[in-house]
């Protein structure tokens, strides 16, 4: 038994309190190298009175990758502290028990030695990751307010292009998307079924994606007012959407006043700290500007730290203590006067952990089912103790989906294990409250990297929506809009009918239904694989709760591909497939989604 392998870590994603009764405990081992593991629990306290290491419980085997193999078992203590050790069972026959000090033979002493336990000391309810729970329930809609709709020309900006003129975008194009489009755009998203609106920045900024904000405090001029923004709120609220509001605390924009006072007085500034400055003299907007487009978009060996190498957005210096005060004034701000139910906050990942603990007691202390996202690419174990974030944009899990999917750049086998590694470095809540989006401002549109196949979309998109945590709609995606990288991303809203694709959007209706319906069992449930094949590039995913399951059969490959049905099976959803009595008939691109009924 390779016990190298072996891996486990007391109150982390390895034990955690799940819910009230409910403490979830994992182990890690070499894949195919344990035939069974043991779990012995009990009171550290009375260990010499009961022997309770004399019973074990069995442990689940919940999901395996290429290399590893993760148990669980789901437990409790009455008296809210636990000791615990594993006794594993090798396939070559050996077994031994493996403890907070390591791994020993299956003897006595390292049983009765209450000292040697790994320790959950007690199950404080305020340790507990807790995440909204209209979050699971929410099917979110992204807007890029500049491109979605022109509802009032009368603050249309200067040099403002008629609606959807240009075959290629710039980045610095302007079309006139303000928030009266929005509200004037609810209709609509009601009748798609969305039940959340995320938008990216709408604060004072001069470009047109805002993130280079000059006043947080203000809606941008060219969008509308504060008035109006209550009035999207509130209507949005009357039918029953969340809004989610969009911030960048890594920067600010160089024409804030913040930065313009550095620039005209330098070391004397008054606000000189609240910024990265490597030395002085700094340039102002207006001398970045002069440098050119190029330079604006990426230079380096500046006098101050930026975002990326853009030397109009410095990086803020979230250490100070008067930056903190300012920008946690800035987030409960919109709670208490609009009633906003969520930031998304960008390039999180930036900004230091400090901050955002204090950001989320600022935040969730006003409302307590508020939701914090963050914009992070890649792994968030450090952001997702429950004291932080309860999800971040889940580009890793999504990005694995596209490469099999979408790229064709991976096996069946290798997405399968992949997702299985995702689910076990997060609390299972913590799925439960991900964002998960197949496209957005910052990655080329969905259609347009599977190259127009909008089957190849619908089968992508129907395998997303049946992942644990929250599924997005970036714009347009529903009715086929297409781009490529930014800006060709953040094309303006196709409105008229005869230039939507209408069956994408009947589709996208559907799935959104479909997600609703079965919300508890997809958010709760655990993922299993039915099938994974590699040769026929065919995988059959499984969520099941209790004694209830849906199966989402997905066939990527050259040729049909027939699934006999299950007992008391019922076809709850499919594109591309014939169903026939007892089987579905998959053609490539299809998918076939099985409710399995319990007795």
């Not at 890029?144 to 709709?149: G, I, L, N, S, V």
């Not at 008229?496 to 694709?501: F, G, L, V, Y």
Request: with cysteine.
């Amino acid at each position: 038994m390779e016990t190298a392998a072996f891996y486990h870590r007391p109150e982390s994603e390895y034990c955690y309190i799940y819910a009230p009764g409910h403490v979830h405990v994992r182990l890690r081992t070499k894949k195919g190298d344990v035939a069974k593991v043991g779990f012995i629990q009990g009171d550290p306290f009375n260990l010499h009175l009961k022997d309770w290491y004399e019973e074990e419980l069995e442990m689940e085997l919940m999901a395996s990758t290429d290399l590893h193999d993760y148990w669980l078992i789901d437990t409790d203590e009455y008296v809210k502290r636990m000791a615990y050790a594993f006794h594993i069972y090798g396939t070559d026959g050996s077994d031994v028990i493996y403890n907070d000090r390591g791994v020993f033979p299956y003897l006595k002493e390292s049983l009765t030695n209450s000292g040697l336990y790994f320790r959950l000391p007690y199950f404080h309810e305020t340790d507990r990751f807790k995440a909204p729970d209209w979050v699971k329930k929410t099917v979110w809609y992204q807007i890029f307010p500049e491109r979605f709709k022109n509802g009032n020309p009368k603050n249309d900006p200067e040099g403002v292009l008629p609606w959807d003129s240009k075959e290629e975008l710039t980045t610095v194009d302007f079309y006139g998307g303000d928030l009266q489009g929005i509200l004037d755009g609810l209709d609509y998203l009601e009748d798609l079924g969305i039940n959340g609106i995320y938008m990216t920045p709408i604060f004072t900024a001069p470009s047109n994606h805002k993130y280079d904000t000059t006043d947080y405090y203000e809606i941008d001029p060219h969008f509308g007012d504060k008035a109006l923004f209550r009035k999207l709120v509130e209507e949005a609220h009357s039918r029953g959407m969340r809004v989610m509001l969009d911030a960048v605390f890594n920067h600010i924009g160089a024409e804030s006043i913040q930065w313009r006072d550095v620039a005209e007085y330098q070391e004397e500034s008054r606000y000189k700290d609240w910024f990265h400055i490597r030395e002085f003299p700094v340039p102002s907007a207006e001398e970045i500007q002069a440098h050119g487009p190029v330079y604006m978009e990426h230079a380096e060996n500046l006098p101050y730290e930026t975002y990326s190498y853009v030397p109009m957005m410095p990086k803020i210096n979230t250490h100070n203590p008067e930056v903190q005060e300012y920008l946690l004034n800035i987030a409960t701000y919109w709670i208490k006067e609009f009633d906003i139910d969520g930031w998304r906050l960008d390039v999180a990942n930036e900004v230091d952990h400090a901050f955002w603990r204090k950001f989320n007691t600022a935040c969730t202390s006003l409302k307590p089912d508020f939701y914090l996202l963050g914009e992070i690419w890649t792994s968030s174990r450090s952001w997702l103790r429950g004291d932080e974030f309860h999800g971040v944009m889940n580009y890793s899990l999504v990005g694995n989906i596209s490469d099999f999917f979408v790229g064709k750049t991976i096996p069946a086998r290798k997405m399968a294990n992949v997702l299985n590694e995702q689910l076990m470095q997060y609390r299972k809540q913590t799925h439960e409250t991900m964002f998960n989006m197949l496209d957005s401002h910052d990655t080329p549109r969905i259609l347009t990297m599977a190259e127009g196949n909008v089957d190849l979309v619908k089968s992508t998109l129907a395998f997303m929506f049946l992942m644990h945590g929250s599924p997005c709609i970036y714009y347009g995606t529903e009715v086929g809009m297409v781009g490529g990288a930014d800006p060709q991303n953040r094309r303006c809203m196709v409105w008229e009918e005869e230039r939507q694709d209408r069956d994408m959007y009947d589709f996208t209706k559907q799935l959104i239904q479909l997600r609703k319906e079965y919300q508890p069992l997809l958010s709760y449930g655990n993922l299993r694989w039915e099938l994974v094949l590699d040769e026929e590039k065919v995988v059959g995913v499984k969520r099941i709760l209790g004694e209830d399951q849906i199966i989402g059969y997905f066939n990527q490959g050259w040729e049909d591909y027939t699934i006999p049905h299950k007992a008391n099976t019922e076809v709850i959803f499919h594109h591309l497939s014939n169903e026939l009595a007892g089987e579905s008939l998959i053609a490539p691109n299809g998918f076939s989604i099985h409710r399995v009924k319990s007795e």
